[in-house]
Each structure stands twice: as C-alpha cells, then as structure tokens.
T-cell receptor
Framework: DAKTTQPPSMDCAEGRAANLPCNHS???????VYWYRQIHSQGPQYIIH?????ETNEMASLIITEDRKSSTLILPHATLRDTAVYYC??????????????WGLGTSLAVNP | NAGVTQTPKFRILKIGQSMTLQCAQD?????MYWYRQDPGMGLKLIYY???????DKGEVPNGYNVSRSTTEDFPLRLELAAPSQTSVYFC?????????????FGQGTRLTVV
C-alpha cells in the first residue's frame, strides 16, 4: 500500500474551514484514499473516502488532485468537537479477502475558540 | 444498535498473567480486526478475521491469539502478559459489501501490565 505524509499538527479557529492535507505520491490507480479521525481516547471514526472524484458527505468534503498524488480533507465549519487526530490512509480494495488498514501518525487538529 | 462492543474498558495485569479481551459486533460484518495503539502512535494490526473460522496474523501478532467461532465475536487472548503489551486495544469490524474498509471501532480496552 502507498505511504501517506501528513503534517503532525494544525490549528483552526472555530467556525472556519479546516483544510487537512495529505500527500500520497506513490498511490496506485486502484487505491482509495480514506480519512478517519480519533477523538481523544476514543475509537477511530470513519469520515470519508474516495478514488478520484471529489466526495462530500454530512461530515466533510474530500478533494483529490487530478494526478491523485495528494488530497485535502475539508471540515467546512469546524467546531470544538472536531479537535482530534485525523488519519489519511491509502488502501487498495483487494479482489480477495485481505483487507487491512495501515495507520500512520496522522494530523493533530486543534480547533480554537 | 450497539455496533462494536469491547469489554473490559480498563484492566491491570501482573506480568505472566493471562486474560481475554472481548469484542462483539451486531452488524453482521464479515471482517473483524484487533489493533493496539501505544501512546502518541498510530494503530498497529495484531490479528484479523475475514469470517467465522478464519483468522490471520497482522503486523504485531506475537504474544497474542485469537479465535472466531461466530460472526459476532472475536476475542483476543493474551498469554503470559508482558510490560510491552501495555497499550490501548481497539477492535473493529467492516462489511465486505462496503469494500471492507469502512471500519467501525469499539471504544477500546486500556491495558496496563505491571
């Protein structure tokens, strides 16, 4: 699976958009980009995933560059409850049953009042 | 709908003791996973299962064992606990119908070995 690179930490003002970048320059054509977050001491929570088109759901938007070498997770109106570690994971959905997630260190996002 | 339930939430073990961390999911998911997370680090996969009766090693399986006799349950067994196994343990599950990677996590078991 391709390796991802994320900044270790970011700050964002409450109510503003939080834009979290992720580099995955070695991504393969069949690898998806997944985002999870982990609020302190809790289990990780799935946010969104995409292959090459931009995606949006009730939590966030995912913007993937045309060459797919990087992506940005956007929280449109960050709240204090969005303070968490955000993980960007690149993963191929194998034709077989071997599906695993490889986790890096993520980006620690602090939303400030 | 409970999702993924882990018990216990906290446990202190003495070196050499053994215990079983319980994990149950009520979503009829095929895949289940056990991860450990050391302070300030990402998650590391211990074992996983693609269905009842089928398990396989992950990245850090040494010192652990698992079984999957039913779709719902995926217990993790620690034999001869060591201080290096002090960590937070997360169980997760996912469905093959959704690509197998939108995983749902339990709230974790915080284990300390002294």
């Amino acid at each position: 699976d391709a390796k991802t690179t994320q900044p270790p930490s970011m700050d964002c003002a409450e109510g503003r958009a939080a834009n979290l970048p992720c580099n995955h320059s070695t991504i393969s054509g069949n690898e998806y980009v997944y985002w999870y977050r982990q609020i302190h001491s809790q289990g990780p929570q799935y946010i969104i995933h995409g292959l090459k088109n931009n995606e949006t759901n009730e939590m966030a938007s995912l913007i993937i560059t045309e060459d797919r070498k990087s992506s940005t997770l956007i929280l449109p109106h960050a709240t204090l409850r969005d303070t968490a570690v955000y993980y960007c994971i690149v993963r191929v959905a194998n034709a077989g049953n071997n599906r695993k997630l490889i986790w890096g260190l993520g980006t620690s996002l602090a939303v400030n009042p | 709908n409970a999702g993924v339930t882990q018990t216990p939430k906290f446990r202190i073990l003495k070196i050499g003791q053994s215990m079983t961390l319980q994990c149950a999911q009520d979503m009829n998911h095929n895949y289940m996973y056990w991860y450990r997370q050391d302070p300030g680090m990402g998650l590391k996969l211990i074992y996983y299962s693609v269905g009842a009766g089928i398990t396989d090693k992950g990245e850090v399986p040494n010192g652990y064992n698992v079984s999957r006799s039913t779709t719902e349950d995926f217990p993790l067994r620690l034999e001869l606990a060591a201080p290096s196994q002090t960590s937070v343990y997360f169980c997760a599950s996912s469905s093959v119908d959704r690509g197998g990677t939108e995983a749902f996590f339990g709230q974790g078991t915080r284990l300390t070995v002294v």
